[in-house]
């Protein structure tokens, strides 16, 4: 079992920048997709990002292309996710979330069905 700790959450005006982190304990993370999703009030959980095993491949939703950054360190058992030029729709609980299986890919960790772990989630909150 493992478990995931978001941070770096927080209040941030729009045009503004925040780092979220996921550090993981229980398991190591090297062999796992890892991936963030995020919900607004109301609404569905979405895909943010994805990354590869080795962090060479990442994936990203068509609406946080270019302004977001999914990154990992696998020495240290954490993912991360750089949020730049932020706009007040970016406003949600962002979630960390670890692939089901060893064999899910990078892609196919956009849908919610191949998440295996998720962590309790970080409010970010993006004001006008």
């Known amino acids: 079992q493992v478990q995931l700790v978001e941070s770096g959450g927080g209040l941030v005006q729009a045009g503004g920048s925040l780092r979220l982190s996921c550090a993981a304990s229980g398991r190591t993370l090297s062999s796992y997709v890892m991936g963030w999703f995020r919900q607004a009030p109301g609404k569905e959980r979405e895909f943010v990002a994805a990354i590869s095993k080795s962090g060479t491949i990442s994936a990203y939703a068509d609406s946080v292309r270019g302004r977001f950054a999914i990154s990992r360190d696998n020495a240290k058992n954490s993912a991360y996710l750089q949020m730049n030029s932020l706009k007040p729709e970016d406003t949600a609980v962002y979630y960390c979330?670890?692939?089901?299986?060893?064999?899910?890919?990078?892609?196919?960790?956009?849908?919610?069905?191949?998440?295996?772990?998720w962590g309790q989630g970080t409010q970010v909150t993006v004001s006008s």
């Open positions: 979330a670890k692939g089901k299986s060893t064999f899910i890919t990078t892609q196919a960790m956009s849908d919610t069905a191949n998440v295996g772990d």
